[in-house]
């Protein structure tokens, strides 16, 4: 029995997210028997790169040519996508929120971001890597929250003043973990990313077990 058995894990992401990053942690979550499931925007989000990304028939896609739905791995197996309004976080232990350019449209859809911020005020676990943190960062501002706010955390380098100007405190680090959340830097960082959500979602979710 894995260390996620029968946790559930909200991904959120968007057009020319990182491959890597959604690809390795879906796979290494999966593997420790959490059940994932794929949210994203519309591919319509105003001020989100150019209407050619948005042809009705292009599906979600990585910035090395991912799709969404995967070609390779059968959804309905280790994941599973649903749109945002039918997303209830109350069913969900943690959400991941992979970098890459998706987040551009992420931090811009206000359902995404409600549902971000819903997870985090009922305590679940928050985890972002690379450029997914520009998310958290939205939602603090417009949400109310404080995912990055007088917390350590870390991100990939261009991040790192948007974070301070968040009011974070930025760690030089693979992986940080304050409170409730997960920062990551970069996709080399990805093991020990995933090592530390790992051990904090599989934490919270014994410690809710025997509350």
């Not at 059940?35 to 990304?53: E, L, M």
């Not at 896609?61 to 945002?84: H, M, N, S």
């Amino acid at each position: 029995m894995g260390a996620l058995e029968g946790s559930s894990i909200l991904f959120i992401t968007a057009h020319e997210f990182e491959d890597v990053e959604v690809l390795y942690p879906l796979l290494r979550f999966s593997e420790e028997g959490a059940a994932i499931t794929i949210t994203y925007p519309p591919k319509d989000i105003p001020g989100h790169f150019s209407p050619r990304s948005y042809a009705p028939d292009k599906p979600i896609t990585g910035r090395f040519g991912t799709t969404i739905p995967f070609v390779v791995l059968e959804e309905g197996k280790r994941w599973r996508q649903a749109p945002t309004s039918e997303i209830d976080i109350a069913a969900f232990d943690a959400v991941f929120l992979p970098g890459g350019f998706g987040p551009d449209a992420v931090r811009l859809h206000t359902p995404s971001r409600r549902l971000v911020a819903e997870a985090h005020r009922a305590g679940k676990v928050v985890a972002s890597i690379c450029h997914g943190p520009q998310v958290m960062i939205s939602t603090d501002l417009h949400e109310g929250t404080d995912l990055v706010r007088g917390r350590r955390c870390t991100a990939y380098a261009a991040v790192q003043d948007d974070l301070k100007n968040a009011g974070g405190i930025f760690v030089d680090e693979p992986a940080v973990v304050d409170g409730n959340v997960v920062t990551g830097r970069v996709p080399d960082d990805l093991p020990e990313f995933c090592k530390a959500t790992i051990e904090l979602i599989a934490q919270r979710v014994r410690a809710a077990a025997t509350a």
